[in-house]
């Protein structure tokens, strides 16, 4: 008869999680934030279509009383790809666009304090 033995175990916590709950904060703070699709898709006659900008962030984040901003997000630990590195540094240096890189929701709402603080 095998031993039944008690192991840890520690669940992954996926980007598309740490999104779900960072999309929920902002909309609970007055944020209209939408989706920015990038990628390959497959349209309904088969053909495949390219859509958006390699490297843009995931979302755009816009309220009324505070400037918009990108946000990426990460799953915890996550990296920026390097393609997403030369993005950034473009819409930051480039168009002075704020754009936050996440990882958790505590990383979003310490950006958010700071960020909203500015106006």
Do not use: N
Request: include cysteine.
């Amino acid at each position: 008869m095998a031993r039944f033995r008690l192991t840890s175990y520690k669940p992954k916590i996926a980007e598309s999680h740490v999104a779900k709950a960072c999309v929920q904060v902002l909309a609970l703070r007055g944020w209209k934030v939408m989706r920015l699709p990038v990628g390959l898709f497959k349209t309904l006659d088969g053909r495949h279509q390219t859509i958006g900008e390699p490297g843009i962030p995931d979302y755009v984040a816009l309220h009324p009383d505070h400037p918009g901003f990108f946000l990426e997000v990460k799953r915890p630990g996550g990296k920026l790809s390097k393609v997403q590195e030369i993005k950034i540094e473009q819409l930051q240096q480039g168009y002075r666009l704020a754009v936050a890189v996440v990882d958790s929701v505590d990383a979003l709402a310490g950006w958010l304090r700071k960020h909203e603080h500015m106006t």
